[in-house]
């Protein structure tokens, strides 16, 4: 009987830059804003493409539309990432330890400030620090277990 098998790997580029400001957190609240914020500017614009194709054209106004979206999304989803930096690397010099509490305690202020700051709805506030807690919880957990089985990579550490 015949054996047929597939191969292979794939290693992604890596692009890793930093603005120091002087100052640890800082810098992670930067570094936050840019790289998360790049994202989900990168996310919008394709997804700007992909309408784009669908429709069989582009046209200015759906350029410009793009654009102002890219500027939107990646400055909200930036901000995001900075409060939530800042408040995780805030609450772990309070606490004096680098665990998954911070990144709960940290998510789940970030959430509701994130809420608060869109909504004057109480409820919505609520699940959105619960939301908060639990997402940044658990990308935390995989960040700690991604990173046991790949030595040549460390987390930040509370300074």
């Not at 597939?6 to 570094?31: A, E, K």
């Not at 010099?93 to 400030?113: E, S």
């Not at 609520?126 to 997402?135: F, Q, S």
Request: include cysteine.
């Amino acid at each position: 009987m015949p054996h047929k098998s597939l191969s292979g790997s794939v290693s992604t580029p890596q692009l890793d830059f930093g603005i120091d400001m002087g100052n640890y957190f800082l810098n992670r609240v930067v570094d936050g804003f840019l790289k998360i914020g790049t994202v989900a500017a990168s996310k919008t614009a394709a997804e700007g493409v992909y309408h784009a194709a669908s429709k069989g054209s582009i046209s200015k106004k759906n350029a410009e539309h793009t654009l102002k979206k890219m500027c939107k999304e990646g400055g909200y989803w930036g901000t995001v990432a900075g409060v939530y930096e800042g408040m995780e690397y805030g609450v772990g010099q309070i606490r004096g330890t680098n665990d998954w509490k911070n990144a709960m305690i940290g998510g789940a202020i970030t959430g509701a400030l994130m809420a608060a700051v869109t909504s004057q709805d109480r409820d919505k506030v609520v699940k959105d620090a619960i939301a908060g807690g639990a997402i940044a919880t658990a990308i935390n957990y995989m960040n700690i277990n991604w990173m046991d089985l790949n030595p040549r990579h460390h987390r930040h550490h509370v300074v």
